[in-house]
């Protein structure tokens, strides 16, 4: 699927700084997520000529952040791309409309082109704006042509988590354990994973619904590691999710190993640190995938700005 970023959703509609910054932060999170599956959002050149806030441009705006903000945003908006206009699928003289607007020469124009020539193509918009809604709906309006008008609607996100939602959804099966790992390390961006976590897996027979099981819980585990507020807590959603699958014992989808375990197996327990050398890792804590009788080990507790670490994933080791 394409996805474009909607430079119609940027009109000088910010009044303060800080308000900008929050959208701009909200879209670089969008892209960090379609990144995660494999995917870019797809923006224009003439994206930095637009105006945030009345008088000044993208670049102008782009100029008052911090170092790290303008860095990544102007990466991603001069060099790194990718770029629509460089695969462009409609004419200059196209005539596109959406809500009595012309649309041609933006990305809603292009989207809504890509839409009628059967690719799945959606929108990305900078919030708050006039656009937001879903979905945007586009005529091609072919009257000089002797044709008539066509109509199409375009899915246009505006938030990370319904973006992500429909991106789980959609995305490929994984068909090996490889391909398990190599999604794991890209998706779950608040994880970090130890090189060799994955290597118990090898020789098992891959099994569909384990690894899928095993992305549910990396997802859990992912999702509980980023639900903290400003100030350190962690938030009502936080709580939940603890609530939910970190309670209940032998119910829960993660547990604490029992005392016993802990003592009668802890040198298997114990697993080297992933990023300082020479140190090692207690991690008791696991998730649990029935099936195969696997296991996900992971550092415990999750605090507000310390990693997760992923030391483990395979057979149950406190198996007797």
């Not at 809603?108 to 009628?116: C, L």
């Not at 604490?256 to 990023?275: A, G, I, V, Y």
């Not at 080990?297 to 007797?320: A, L, N």
């Amino acid at each position: 699927m394409d996805f474009l970023v909607n430079d119609l959703s940027i009109h000088g509609q910010f009044r303060e700084k800080s308000a900008f910054r929050d959208a701009l932060a909200r879209l670089m999170t969008m892209r960090s997520v379609a990144q995660r599956f494999g995917l870019e959002l797809h923006c224009h050149r003439a994206l930095l000529n637009r105006n945030p806030m009345p008088h000044m441009t993208m670049q102008q705006t782009l100029g008052q952040l911090t170092n790290d903000e303008r860095r990544a945003a102007m990466g991603w908006l001069t060099r790194h791309g990718p770029f629509w206009e460089d695969l462009r699928q409609h004419a200059e003289n196209a005539y596109l409309e959406c809500r009595g607007e012309i649309v041609t020469d933006s990305a809603v124009g292009e989207a809504a082109f890509r839409t009628f020539h059967s690719v799945e193509c959606g929108l990305v918009s900078i919030t708050p704006s006039d656009w937001d809604y879903s979905p945007a709906e586009v005529i091609w309006r072919r009257e000089d042509e002797g044709l008539e008008d066509q109509h199409t609607h375009v899915d246009n996100w505006r938030d990370e988590v319904t973006l992500e939602e429909k991106l789980r959804i959609e995305a490929p099966k994984i068909k090996s354990w490889d391909k398990l790992r190599e999604t794991s390390t890209r998706r779950f961006m608040h994880l970090t994973f130890s090189g060799d976590c994955f290597e118990p897996l090898q020789g098992l027979p891959f099994v569909q619904s384990t690894a899928d099981r095993i992305v549910v819980l990396l997802g859990i585990l992912d999702q509980l590691a980023r639900e903290f507020d400003e100030n350190g807590g962690r938030t009502p959603e936080g709580h939940q999710i603890y609530q939910k699958h970190f309670t209940g014992g032998y119910t829960a989808l993660f547990s604490d190993s029992s005392d016993d375990e802990k003592s009668s197996f802890r040198n298997q327990l114990t697993f080297p640190h992933p990023n300082v050398a020479g140190e090692s890792l207690f991690c008791p804590w696991h998730g649990k995938e029935k099936h195969l009788t696997l296991r996900l080990h992971f550092s415990w507790p999750i605090e507000f700005g310390k990693p997760v670490y992923v030391v483990y994933v395979g057979p149950k080791i406190t198996r007797r």
